[in-house]
C-alpha cells in the first residue's frame, strides 16, 4: 500500500542529530586536558562551547551526554585556569610583571633629580618640586612618603586597577643618603604590595 500524503505528514519529523557536535567537543576536550602538557584551559573552554548544540538537543540521550561534557569542561578548564592563574610562568603574570618593569623604570627617572636636590638642600623633593610626572600608563600616582630624619627618600607608585593590578597595589623606591644608593626592596622600603612574583629580580628581598 502507498502512504498518502496525509500518512507522510502525520509522521513526527525527529530532531537532528547532535552526535557529531559531541563527538567534536569530546575529541577538543580531551586534546586540551590530556594532550596538551600542562593542560589549555582555552582548548577545554572551547570544547565547552562545541558541547552547547548538544546540550540544547531534544533528544533525551545527546542533551544529557552535553551536559555532563559541559561540566566536565567548565570544572576541568577553571581548575586549569587556576593553577595557570598562579604560576609565575603563565603567560598573564609574565604580562603583568613586564608592566611592573615599565612602571619601574618611570619611577626609576627620579633617581637623578632627586640626588641633585639632596645634594643641594638635605631634603627629599616632591616629584612636583623636580619635575616629574606623578602619572604613567599603569601608574596612577606617585607620593613621597615624609620621614622625619630626612635620610631616606622614600617614594611610592600607585598602580592602576584598569592595567590588571589589584586595588591598592604599591611599589616602593627608596634612596638611602647614608650609603647613596638606591633600592626597591621592600625590606627597605616598606610600602610595597605588590605579590614578589611581579617584582624584578633586583627588587626581591
Known amino acids: 500500500m502507498i502512504p498518502t500524503n496525509e500518512t507522510l505528514a502525520a509522521r513526527p519529523k525527529k530532531p537532528p542529530s547532535k552526535i557529531v557536535w559531541l563527538i567534536i567537543a569530546f575529541i577538543v576536550f580531551v586534546l586540551g586536558s590530556v594532550v596538551c602538557a600542562t593542560g589549555s584551559a582555552a582548548v577545554i573552554f572551547f570544547a565547552a562551547a562545541l558541547s552547547l548544540p548538544a546540550v540544547l538537543s531534544k533528544r533525551q540521550g545527546e542533551?544529557?551526554?552535553?551536559?555532563l561534557l559541559l561540566c566536565l569542561c567548565l570544572g576541568i578548564g577553571s581548575s586549569i585556569y587556576f593553577k595557570q592563574s598562579q604560576n609565575p610562568s603563565s603567560y598573564w603574570n609574565y604580562l603583568k610583571r613586564a608592566k611592573v618593569?615599565?612602571?619601574?623604570?618611570?619611577?626609576?627617572?627620579?633617581?637623578?633629580?632627586?640626588?641633585?636636590?639632596?645634594?643641594?638642600?638635605?631634603?627629599?623633593?616632591?616629584?612636583?618640586?623636580?619635575?616629574?610626572?606623578?602619572?604613567?600608563?599603569?601608574?596612577?600616582?606617585?607620593?613621597?612618603?615624609?620621614?622625619?630624619?630626612?635620610?631616606?627618600?622614600?617614594?611610592?607608585?600607585?598602580?592602576k586597577s584598569d592595567a590588571g593590578f589589584d586595588a591598592n597595589a604599591t611599589l616602593g623606591l627608596v634612596y638611602l643618603s647614608e650609603s647613596q644608593i638606591w633600592s626597591c626592596k621592600n625590606a627597605d622600603t616598606g610600602t610595597t604590595t605588590l605579590n614578589p612574583i611581579y617584582l624584578p629580580f633586583k627588587c626581591k628581598n
Open 63 to 67: 542533551s544529557a551526554f552535553g551536559v
Open 101 to 159: 618593569d615599565l612602571s619601574l623604570n618611570v619611577l626609576e627617572q627620579l633617581k637623578a633629580p632627586v640626588e641633585a636636590f639632596y645634594t643641594a638642600q638635605h631634603v627629599c623633593p616632591t616629584p612636583k618640586e623636580i619635575g616629574m610626572a606623578m602619572t604613567s600608563k599603569y601608574m596612577e600616582n606617585i607620593v613621597r612618603t615624609h620621614i622625619s630624619d630626612n635620610k631616606k627618600c622614600l617614594y611610592t607608585a600607585f598602580l
